[in-house]
């Protein structure tokens, strides 16, 4: 993806046919009062395939034939059984593919140097599908993954899997379904798999009130995220007639359940410091250790929101490095 790509709001301006557009994010969605939806191709999707000296062997899986969700699983190679990951891609809940090819480079190098089983999941896209749909296929996942050992899967990925290492994670909102679901999992039964924890980078949150960094961090035309962006996002994803104060985009606004009552896993989260969601980050972790709960946070100096499949530069590419080095520390602890 080209990271240049500036990700400005246009609404309205363009037109599909005679229809006026009603929401756009130049490059990634628009949205016409019709209903109709566009999504310009403009990250390449890519096949399966790795270069070999990665060691990293990868195949897609139909999970639900009905609502076309599937997951391209990484298997590196390895003499024993492997952590499993379980992974949601970014896009603001609108944009986003487990074939996109930043995703496909990024899972790839994390699944060799992490040394984790990944299985990356392509959810359902809002406005077709708005929340909870996303939640609805991380949990219909972890479902099909229970099944698939309990009748003793014969894929060869099953059988270098440690059942008992399972970890939800994902970036921007891949972040936010990871942790969404994850509160959804307390009342399943998901023998024989063993959640760990959960792996959070730059979560996707939002609020009504701004936070400083979202008030008044100067975002360059390519960052990945400015604030109009995320707006028309949280527009496009939460269900009519709710605004960013709704439990799914503010976990800690008034209508949200209180954190010292929820079942959480111990979590990482991975926060960049040019990121206008950066202090709404720091209030999460701030919230999660108040309310008891276990968590650690990783603050990326220099490098704005989603900068590990966004950026070539030097300082991105040495603090992907710092961040695949800390997952595999909290994976492996």
Request: hydrophobic share 40%.
């Amino acid at each position: 993806m080209d990271p240049s790509l500036s990700l400005q709001i246009g609404k309205g301006s363009n037109q599909h046919g005679a229809v006026p557009v009603k929401e756009e994010i130049q490059g990634l969605i628009k949205v016409y009062k019709n209903g109709h939806v566009e999504r310009p191709q403009i990250v390449p999707y890519v096949t399966p395939a790795l270069p070999p000296e990665l060691g990293v062997t990868t195949k897609d899986f139909v999970i639900d034939n009905f609502t076309n969700v599937w997951a391209r699983v990484y298997v590196p190679k390895s003499n024993w059984k492997l952590p499993l990951v379980v992974y949601f891609h970014g896009g603001g809940f609108c944009a986003g593919s487990a074939a996109w090819s930043c995703y496909h480079e990024f899972l790839g190098k994390l699944a060799a140097k992490a040394g984790c089983l990944i299985v990356s999941i392509n959810y359902r896209l809002a406005p077709e599908n708005p929340l909870p749909a996303a939640y609805e296929d991380g949990v219909k996942c972890l479902m099909w993954l229970k099944q698939e050992a309990l009748k003793g899967s014969s894929e060869w990925w099953s059988k270098q899997c440690n059942l008992c290492s399972v970890f939800l994670a994902g970036d921007s909102a891949g972040a936010n379904i990871a942790h969404n679901v994850t509160t959804r999992l307390n009342s399943k039964n998901l023998y024989p798999l063993t959640l760990k924890g959960t792996i959070l980078i730059q979560p996707f949150f939002g609020g009504e009130a701004r936070t400083n960094s979202e008030k008044n961090m100067v975002q360059s035309p390519r960052s990945a995220l400015s604030l109009p962006a995320s707006d028309t996002y949280w527009r496009l994803a939460l269900p009519s007639g709710t605004n960013r104060d709704h439990p799914w985009c503010n976990p800690l606004g008034k209508g949200s359940a209180k954190m010292e009552e929820m079942k959480l896993l111990p979590t990482l989260v991975c926060i960049s410091e040019m990121d206008i969601l950066r202090d709404r980050n720091l209030e999460f972790c701030a919230a999660l250790g108040k309310a008891g709960k276990k968590v650690e946070h990783v603050l990326y100096k220099g490098v704005g929101h989603a900068f590990q499949v966004l950026s070539k530069s030097r300082l991105s590419q040495s603090r992907t490095n710092e961040m695949i080095a800390r997952v595999k520390a909290f994976v492996n602890r």
